[in-house]
């Protein structure tokens, strides 16, 4: 198991993630504080629930056809 130290940034603490890991920079995560302080990290993902056809449709005008 790896531990790792929090290190103070500007007006941030921030934990470095090993690179064993294997998370791409520039992820996004939410950021839960769980029972007795454990940090909780969650990839931050595009709704599953909406279909493609409405992505598409917010993107793109169709009202002309």
Known sequence: M???KTRKIDN???VT???EIDVEIGAEFF???GVD???IL???VEN???SDNERIGRRCD???H
């Open 2 to 4: 790896n531990t790792v």
């Open 42 to 44: 969650a990839r931050k």
């Open 17 to 19: 993630i090993p690179k």
């Open 62 to 64: 169709f009202s002309s």
């Open 12 to 14: 941030s603490t921030t």
């Open 31 to 33: 950021v839960y504080k």
């Open 37 to 39: 302080n454990v940090i």
């Open 48 to 50: 599953p629930f909406t």
